[in-house]
């Protein structure tokens, strides 16, 4: 059976991360969030998976090759140009503009396909959906889940009639004026024919464009809703609960990788601590090869990569620290995301370090900053504390 995932997005509201790294490959500690895909579809017997690449298309296409090692066969088209000096630069066309270009080089999409956005935890019974699509014989299905009232201003809300057609969509509404709590999640099941009613060398969308004409025209567009565990990464805070909800064990589905060694702290190979000497509060993930110094705190949730350096003194609570990250010594980290030059909150907001003049505070590991004198250390842990 045949699949597509959507991967040509810039990913621009989950920056600073997506800056260097495209959106599916964001880590889930450790594993990029596309991969958790391919093996969802793999086992519910999606064994060819068409993927359009856009922006650092270069960075999935080196991971995931030709599928082989993860039991799928994967090919990608790109979206974008390769200029004179081999450089490529992406010009994604829209998720619907994604599918019919593939359509168009060679007719792929020869029976019932299903495509998803590749920036999702999710563990849906697929087969059964695909079961419910043809006995209801759709042309396109939208995998709906619902929502909490109060939640429905964040996502698309889909709406349906007493058999489950779909008569409009609502795009973020208010409370007040949201028609369902059933929303958009980027699953779809399509038939190739609906295909014929995306044009073609253009940028379309799938939610935007395509979907309000297939209710516009009363083709057999339907909705299904069902209960399954969906963990949306589109934003820096969504990264942020996702990465929680795995170390708590409310995401199931996601196994914290290396072992053991204390109730609710797991390590990769080669972290080097004293235990007796640094105060570490799970849940907590430390990646290989990464140096605790004594007198360091962590307290959970919290995610530190591999090859990073906490320096003596340095206080580490509910943060997500990147590899090669070193976290100069004595300074408090709450409630932020370390990635590269960048500091970010847990609402997205970002410090910009070198830009900032505190590259000596939060440095690539690999390097050895300057000494700082003592005042201006406390002033700069006050900034980056708990404000």
């Known amino acids: 059976m045949k699949a597509m995932i959507l991967a040509a997005g810039k990913g621009t509201r989950v920056r600073p991360i997506t800056h260097t790294i495209p959106k599916p490959m964001i880590p889930i500690l450790q594993k990029p969030v596309m991969e958790f895909l391919l093996e969802l579809l793999r086992q519910h017997g999606f064994d060819q998976v068409m993927v359009n690449v856009s922006h650092l298309a270069?960075?999935?296409?080196?991971?995931?090759?030709?599928?082989?090692r993860f039991g799928v066969q994967i090919a990608y088209s790109f979206e974008g140009k390769i200029?004179?000096?081999?450089?490529?630069?992406?010009?994604?066309?829209?998720?619907?503009?994604?599918?019919?270009r593939i359509q168009d080089y060679n007719p792929f999409f020869d029976d019932t396909f299903v495509v998803m956005c590749g920036d999702a935890l999710i563990d849906l019974d697929l087969t059964a959906?695909?079961?419910?699509?043809?006995?209801?014989?759709?042309?396109?299905?939208?995998?709906?889940?619902?929502?909490?009232?109060?939640?429905?201003?964040?996502?698309?809300?889909?709406?349906?009639?007493?058999t489950d057609r779909i008569k409009t969509f609502?795009?973020?509404?208010?409370?007040?004026?949201?028609?369902?709590?059933?929303?958009?999640?980027?699953?779809?099941?399509?038939?190739?024919?609906?295909?014929?009613?995306?044009?073609?060398?253009?940028?379309?969308?799938?939610?935007?464009?395509?979907?309000?004409?297939?209710?516009?025209?009363?083709?057999?567009?339907?909705?299904?809703?069902?209960?399954?565990?969906?963990?949306?990464?589109?934003?820096?805070?969504?990264?942020?609960?996702?990465?929680?909800?795995?170390?708590s064990g409310e995401i199931q589905n996601v196994s914290i990788p290396g072992h053991q060694v204390a109730p609710g702290i797991y390590t990769g190979l080669n972290v080097a601590v004293n235990w007796d000497k640094v105060d570490i509060q799970g849940p907590v993930y430390i990646g290989g090869m990464t140096k605790i110094e004594d007198g360091a705190k962590i307290v959970g949730p919290t995610m530190i990569g591999p090859n990073c350096c906490i320096c003596s003194g340095a206080t580490v609570e509910n943060s997500v620290i990147f590899e090669y990250s070193r976290l100069g010594p004595g300074v408090r980290l709450v409630d932020k995301l370390v990635f590269g030059r960048y500091c970010v909150d847990k609402t997205g907001a970002a410090i910009d370090v070198q830009a900032a003049a505190l590259d000596w505070l939060i440095t690539d590991s690999r390097s050895t900053p300057p000494s700082q004198p003592p005042a201006e250390s406390q002033a700069i842990a006050e900034l980056l504390g708990n404000s």
């Not at 200029?83 to 019919?100: D, Q, T, Y």
């Not at 014929?196 to 309000?212: C, H, K, R």
């Open 170 to 247: 609502q795009e973020k509404p208010s409370v007040e004026e949201a028609l369902s709590t059933n929303i958009n999640t980027g699953i779809y099941i399509f038939e190739p024919e609906v295909l014929d009613y995306i044009p073609s060398g253009v940028e379309y969308d799938i939610g935007g464009e395509l979907f309000p004409k297939l209710v516009e025209m009363g083709a057999p567009f339907y909705g299904l809703v069902m209960d399954f565990q969906w963990v949306d990464i589109g934003k820096v805070p969504d990264y942020w609960r996702a990465i929680r909800g795995v170390l």
């Open 83 to 100: 200029e004179e000096k081999g450089e490529l630069v992406g010009n994604a066309i829209g998720s619907a503009g994604g599918m019919k």
């Open 58 to 68: 270069y960075e999935i296409e080196s991971y995931f090759r030709d599928g082989q």
């Open 129 to 162: 959906a695909v079961k419910w699509h043809r006995e209801k014989g759709a042309i396109a299905t939208v995998i709906m889940k619902s929502v909490p009232r109060d939640e429905v201003s964040s996502y698309g809300v889909v709406v349906t009639d007493e």
